[in-house]
């Protein structure tokens, strides 16, 4: 019997007179890929910022590989294997990619120079960068040095998830990663994902575009108005379906949900 890996249950955020999240059920289990729809405002960004831990809830308890957890920053998400690419793409333009990628977690040199005075071991982490890009196949930047703001979207959103997938993370969380990209860079950050749940990670994706989540989703968890309106699958339910759970125009009875995936936890 499987366990979530990552669960939330009776999730509440308030941001004043404004309610985030209003009792909202979450689950995802290792290995998937599981996709986040709803309206503009239904809770998705809010959702995962508690598992990110860049929000705390009001209420409710969330889980992360069984173990209760009640993060206090990202930082300490990240030390439970939980990885965030942020709708808004947390990257520092200035700096090149792998600067970017070591962003908060840069390798100090060996012995005096690193211990006591610091120093980058900037070389290390340019080789390390060429070869995580390269371990995801998206290795068509041609300088590792070239700074982030000179890159294209698709390489720029290529760099934030090869951020999150790089560090033995267990969770990569993803909201909307294809909002800015093209067709072809789109394709790209889905063949990432793919790649993602081939290694055994599991993926949360936020995306407004029904059929890249049709495409890449085992289950789809739909949000409506700060909670877990239903979770479907691609195989039972259909686009139109997908939406009219989200404007409230069909309601899906528990039993004919896919509230785990079929063959885990009874
Ligand atoms: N920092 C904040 N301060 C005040 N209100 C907020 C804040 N963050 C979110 N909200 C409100 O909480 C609700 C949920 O917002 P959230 O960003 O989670 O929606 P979303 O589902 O991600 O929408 P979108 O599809 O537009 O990204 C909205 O009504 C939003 O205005
Ligand atoms: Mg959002």
């Not at 508690?50 to 030390?79: I, L, N």
């Not at 900037?122 to 390269?134: D, F, P, V």
């Not at 890449?216 to 195989?235: E, S, Y």
Request: charged fraction near 20%.
């Amino acid at each position: 019997m499987t366990e979530p890996i990552v669960k939330g249950r009776n999730l509440v955020k308030r941001f004043g007179s404004v309610t985030g999240l209003n009792h909202a059920d979450f689950d995802l289990y290792p290995g998937e890929v599981l996709a986040v729809i709803g309206d503009n405002g239904a809770g998705k960004s809010t959702l995962i910022k508690c598992f990110a831990g860049a929000h705390t809830p009001d209420e409710g308890e969330m889980w992360v590989q069984g173990e209760k957890v009640e993060f206090k920053s990202t930082h300490e998400a990240r030390e439970h294997g939980v990885e965030t690419v942020f709708q808004t793409l947390a990257v520092a333009p200035a700096l090149d990619i792998s600067a970017n990628l070591y962003l908060g977690r840069e390798l100090r040199k060996p012995g005096l120079f690193g211990k006591v005075f610091r120093q980058l071991d900037k070389k290390r982490m340019r080789q390390e960068s060429g070869e995580h890009l390269q371990d995801l196949g998206i290795m068509t930047v041609q300088n590792i040095s070239q700074a982030v703001e000179t890159l294209s979207g698709g390489q720029r959103q290529a760099v934030s998830v090869a951020r999150a997938a790089a560090f033995g993370s267990q969770v990569i969380i993803l909201d909307e990663p294809t909002a800015a990209l093209g067709v072809r860079e789109s394709a790209k950050v889905l063949s990432l994902i793919q790649d993602l749940k081939k290694r055994g990670l599991s993926v949360i994706l936020i995306s407004h575009n029904m059929p890249q989540v049709f495409e890449v989703a085992d289950r789809i968890h739909v949000q409506r108005l700060g909670h877990r309106a239903a979770v479907i699958t691609p195989q039972t339910h259909s686009m139109n379906d997908a939406v009219a759970i989200m404007t409230g125009a069909l309601q899906v009875p528990e039993n004919e949900q896919t509230l785990a995936p079929v063959g885990s936890a009874a």
